[in-house]
């Protein structure tokens, strides 16, 4: 299984910002569908930010505004970066992307995570 490298993240004061990157081997044959998710201990994982293969953009609302999502593509990899700007401690968490592939037969995967934590 192909699993996508998670990297960025890390401790911020309130009013920060962060970028989460996320990487995996591009696959000429599959559509993506490339999310980002948190997970707080006590509470579903929740999405974040999304990019589809046709570049549309979704955020949560919550993010309000202070997130950005971007994809960056050779031939080889695609990256997936999150932009965080304005962090708030309700931010803090473990965030996954997650790789949704269609019309192939690679199969969607999961990232390691990355803990982003924000101090008051």
């Known amino acids: 299984q192909e699993r996508p490298v998670q990297s960025g993240g890390g401790s911020v004061e309130a009013g920060g910002s962060l970028t989460l990157s996320c990487t995996a081997s591009k696959f000429p044959e599959c559509k993506e569908d490339i999310r980002w998710y948190r997970e707080v201990p006590g509470r579903e994982r929740e999405i974040v930010s999304s990019?589809?293969?046709?570049?549309?953009?979704?955020?949560a609302d919550f993010v309000e505004g202070r997130f950005t999502i971007s994809r960056a593509q050779d031939s080889v990899k695609n990256t997936v970066n999150l932009q965080m700007n304005s962090l708030k401690p309700e931010d803090t968490a473990m965030y996954y992307c997650k790789i949704d592939r269609m019309k192939c037969r690679i199969p969607n995967s999961w990232g390691r995570g990355t803990q982003v934590t924000v101090s008051p």
């Open positions: 990019i589809r293969n046709d570049d549309y953009k979704y955020y």
